[in-house]
């Protein structure tokens, strides 16, 4: 016999743990949305409020969810006082299936309670008059076939007299004491009456039927539970017990294709109460066919709609305040099918288009969304306690998916409606069995065909990591219209897999996994369960350390590293720049090079080469905006107009693709680089320098087919940077990875010339010659020129006896070299301001604005005139201490008249722009942000004023004619005239 199942209450301790983490979603939902409505995340205008549109809706649908979390309440079965007459009454069709039939009145008249059954038949069957003869069931039907279901039934009210009315759904089988929870519950006069849960025994019969079952379980545990506590639960349709009066008082079962919440409406405006009690009394089928759930679905959406546009507005004065947010809300969970349409749309229009819907650093995002998704998913997981089965416990994929996949379904409700189209009540097919489905499938085919396409076009045309994160988003657009189309299909894909073996393996894999997961899940889902609470206040404390003290963290990292600095200078310490040479040459075994050698010239190389170094989009996780094609493209056509003809392109990365292609169609050349970490110690990662090595080489292997690489280049001068310069172990160690490295690549390809990066110093001449002394595959040095001022025209070059060339030099170093016959690469060609970076060596600044060492090349490179002369500015600072918090004055100062004044703000002279800066304690920028406009700034002084430096733009009309910096402190020395 069939036993009934009952839920416990939640306990004292349970409810101020659930609402507590509500608490904490509701901050992580605020903290959220603060976030994405900030201006400076905004893109693309149209894109991003489809965006926010889509945000704010799945918000204000979660705000839905926990508001029926707050009191989850399980009323008690009062005892009996009196007795009721009953009468239940069940309905037929024509085409519903006689098995169904006859074992839902078979149960009925099995219910112990004292009661009378009732078959209400549309179809007035003969077969079925002689089953409720044979079985006791009067048999109803109608001639005036009215209002559909709502109208069988009050048909059946006009000749039944019972005080209480059942009404079942034909495919809801109730258990022997299906009346013993409920009819004590109207000894309560107000009582309208009494809902108990849908339950179903056919969820695995297909992942149609289970995805629609999985829908159902939050709403019939928990959130009807709550309605208990608002006044607002809803009568179901299918195992609903009303009081004979309510119903006579409101003229009978209410119309509609929504005929049971229509009819809670009226019960509900009319004042009548209304419980819920959640326990399986009963089971049903479920849709278990695509057609069958898509017309159910279309049945309610419509129906629901209607009710909220038609009904709705004439019973808000009689509802209570609980009851007028509830009908209110409950209707536009329909609307969720626009915005399952916008996020189809916002991918595929984003890549057609080339353009970005939100400016976010992809690991600030992660942080700002990633509080509330795990509140949401820990409150739901917690509120499991209250499902009515161990089955329904769990993260219900398959029914979020098959939502998804009903969108157009709930679009063409709301259209319908509002239209004014009608459809007529179909019952819901309860056969597993369905005919071709796939005109049912179009519109998810839609869906995925433009996806996809999208993708296709979207990355061919500019592949930048945004657009793969857009492409991502299509992607999984794609996999939810492929769930959807494969579960449609499911009953065909069964049928296949029993003529094909190799299905039939595959599917027993998947059944074996299953049983496996099936283990597992049950202790995952109870460990989650439990450790709700502990897990949210866990994963909000994590954000909260990441978002508030991490950056405080980077301040004392940085002034440990400052002082440290510090006492190494006291100590008489200095940070070697260069290698101890004697003992490298010992070292290597290689006798250093003659005086003689020493004095022979340098072989200029790559003559005529125009260049310039192009990073952009490097550190493309922390950069904001995009780097699209669009912008790239922009860049090259500027370059031509400048007179470059080579960028030096550092690789391998994602937007090799978009540089090589625009190159290669602009007729640019590109020296392909690569970059080496200058942390990396040769000695202790070894391994990873041989994944480094391997990496090279295979990108050398990948791109050797494009012919306008001219070159490869070890970049950065990796022999004398950062740790590895005050190393002869180490120093040893990379010589001999290099001359490994060059001679593979020279078996790859022994046609474009191999180079590597030195730094332009006295000692590059011995430092040429032992590196092509261990690697003769070296074919040329690219010479690192950092300081600006330096004269490349100094000694060591002249003596450097190697081929060479400048892979890296200012335009105010490269303007005094008096003939520049080697290649030349400027520095950078533009500023970067990304997230723990700032660099301001380019020809334009960050914004995209032209410096004036742009004009000086262009006149160089003969595609310009020489710019004017301009006078030079300072800043002046105050002879104060520079203590946090504080504000001190800071002033611009031009040099005219041979003296120094103050400048002043006019209409046709310069315009200022401050910026103050951010160190990590060794003079790299690591964040800008604006300080202030004008000839003079009153700044705040900011924790660890030693950290900052401030900078000072002087813009003549759209030029940036001089940058010039300024640490924070007052002067100890005196400010004197320009350098000329």
């Not at 003659?594 to 072989?603: C, H, I, L, Y």
């Amino acid at each position: 016999m069939k036993q009934a199942l009952y839920v416990k209450p939640p306990t004292r301790k349970q409810l101020i743990m659930l609402r507590l983490m509500i608490f904490f979603g509701l901050i992580s939902m605020g903290f959220f949305l603060f976030s994405v409505l900030s201006p400076a995340v905004r893109g693309y205008a149209p894109l991003y409020w489809m965006l926010v549109v889509t945000f704010v809706f799945t918000c204000l649908k979660v705000l839905h969810e926990w508001y029926h979390y707050l009191y989850i309440t399980v009323p008690p079965t009062p005892p009996p006082t009196r007795s009721y007459t009953v009468d239940i009454f069940t309905t037929f069709c024509a085409g519903e299936p006689y098995e169904m039939i006859i074992e839902t009145l078979t149960a009925m008249q099995a219910i112990t309670y004292p009661h009378e059954s009732y078959l209400c038949d549309e179809a007035d069957d003969p077969y079925l008059r002689d089953v409720c003869a044979r079985l006791g069931v009067h048999h109803v039907t109608r001639i005036e076939k009215t209002n559909a279901k709502a109208g069988n039934i009050n048909n059946a009210l006009r000749i039944s007299n019972g005080e209480l009315c059942v009404v079942l759904d034909p495919d809801h089988v109730p258990f022997p004491d299906f009346l013993d929870p409920i009819v004590s519950h109207f000894d309560n006069p107000e009582i309208g009456y009494v809902q108990i849960v849908q339950a179903y025994k056919n969820h695995d019969e297909g992942l149609i039927a289970k995805g629609a079952a999985q829908q159902t379980y939050q709403f019939y545990g928990p959130m009807m539970m709550t309605m208990n506590h608002y006044g607002t639960v809803l009568a179901i349709g299918a195992n609903c017990t009303f009081r004979r009066t309510a119903l006579d008082s409101i003229g009978g079962h209410a119309a509609g294709l929504a005929e049971d919440m229509h009819t809670s409406m009226q019960l509900h405006a009319k004042g009548w109460k209304s419980v819920y009690v959640p326990a399986v009394l009963a089971r049903g089928l479920v849709p278990s066919t695509l057609s069958a759930y898509y017309k159910q679905q279309l049945k309610w959406s419509r129906g629901v709609f209607d009710l909220f546009v038609h009904v709705y507005p004439r019973l808000f004065t009689k509802f209570t305040w609980s009851q007028r947010i509830h009908y209110g809300t409950i209707p536009l969970h329909y609307l969720s099918g626009f915005i399952f349409l916008i996020n189809f749309l916002i991918p595929a229009i984003a890549l057609v288009l080339g353009v970005s819907p939100m400016h976010f650093d992809l690991a600030d995002f992660g942080l700002v969304i990633l509080p509330m998704v795990s509140c949401i998913v820990l409150i739901r997981h917690f509120v499991q306690w209250w499902v009515m089965e161990d089955e329904e416990r769990g993260f219900h994929v398959v029914g979020g998916l098959l939502m998804i996949g009903t969108w157009w379904i709930f679009i063409l409700g709301v259209l319908y409606t509002i239209s004014g189209k009608k459809i007529p009540y179909v019952p819901t097919p309860k056969d597993g069995n369905e005919a071709n489905n796939w005109p049912l499938n179009v519109p998810n085919l839609v869906v995925l065909g433009i996806s996809m396409l999208a993708i296709v076009y979207g990355l061919y045309q500019d592949l930048n990591p945004y657009n793969l994160i857009m492409a991502g988003f299509a992607g999984l657009n794609c996999f939810f219209m492929c769930f959807n189309i494969a579960a449609s299909r499911q009953q065909q894909i069964r049928e296949l897999s029993v003529t094909s073996p190799l299905m039939n393996t595959v599917f027993r894999a998947i059944k074996e996994l299953k049983g496996n997961f099936w283990i597992l899940r049950r202790r995952v889902y109870s460990g989650v369960r439990t450790s709700a609470f502990l897990l949210t206040v866990l994963v909000i404390s994590t954000i909260i350390y990441f978002r508030r003290f991490n950056p405080q963290l980077e301040h004392q990292l940085a002034v440990a590293r400052e002082n440290e600095q510090y006492a190494r200078s006291l100590a008489g310490i200095k940070p070697a720049k260069r290698p101890d040479m004697p003992a490298l040459f010992r070292a290597m075994g290689i006798q250093e090079p003659r005086q003689a050698d020493a004095k022979q010239a340098g072989v200029p190389f790559f003559p005529g080469e125009r260049g310039v170094n192009y990073t952009k989009g490097h550190n493309w996780s922390r950069r904001y905006p995009a780097f699209t094609k669009r912008e790239l493209e922009a860049d090259i056509t500027l370059m031509q107009q400048t007179g470059i003809n080579a960028i030096r392109h550092f690789g391998p990365g994602i937007y090799d693709y978009n540089v090589l292609k625009a190159t290669r169609q602009a007729g640019i050349r590109v020296h392909y680089t690569f970059w080496i970490p200058e942390a990396l110690d040769f000695i202790r990662d070894k391994e990873e320098a041989d994944d480094l090595a391997a990496k090279i080489l295979a990108t050398v292997r990948r791109l050797n087919h494009h012919a306008h690489i001219v070159s490869w280049n070890i970049g950065n001068a990796a022999i004398q940077r950062h740790r590895r310069a005050e190393s002869t172990g180490e120093q040893r160690q990379f010589l001999y990875w290099l001359k490994n490295l060059s001679a593979a690549i020279k078996k790859v390809d022994d046609k474009r010339p191999l180079t590597t990066d030195i730094e332009l110093t006295d000692e590059a001449f011995r430092i040429a010659y032992l590196i092509k002394r261990v690697a003769p595959a070296i074919d040329a040095f690219g010479l690192v020129v950092e300081d600006p001022h330096q004269q490349p025209d100094a000694p060591a070059l002249r003596r450097l006896g190697m081929p060479f060339y400048f892979s890296y030099i200012s335009v105010s170093a490269f303007s005094q070299m008096q003939q520049p016959l080697a290649g030349t690469f400027i520095s950078n060609w533009q500023d970067e301001k990304i997230f723990a970076h700032v660099s301001l060596d380019g020809l334009y600044d960050y914004a995209g604005r032209p410096k004036r060492p742009l004009q000086v090349l262009q006149s160089i490179w003969g595609k310009g005139k020489p710019p004017e002369p301009v006078a030079s500015f300072r800043i002046l600072r105050p002879a104060l201490g520079t203590f946090e918090g504080t504000t001190l004055d800071y002033h611009a100062i031009k040099w005219q008249n041979e003296k120094w004044e103050m400048a002043a703000a006019s209409q046709k002279g310069p315009r200022f722009e401050w910026k103050l800066v951010r160190t990590d304690g060794f003079d790299n920028l690591v964040e800008m942000t604006d300080a202030g406009t004008g000839p003079r700034l009153a700044l705040t002084i900011p924790r660890h004023p030693s950290l900052y430096r401030l900078y000072l733009y002087v813009i003549q009309g759209n030029v940036i004619t001089e940058i010039v910096d300024s640490p924070l402190n007052t002067p100890l020395e005196p400010v004197v005239g320009p350098a000329h």
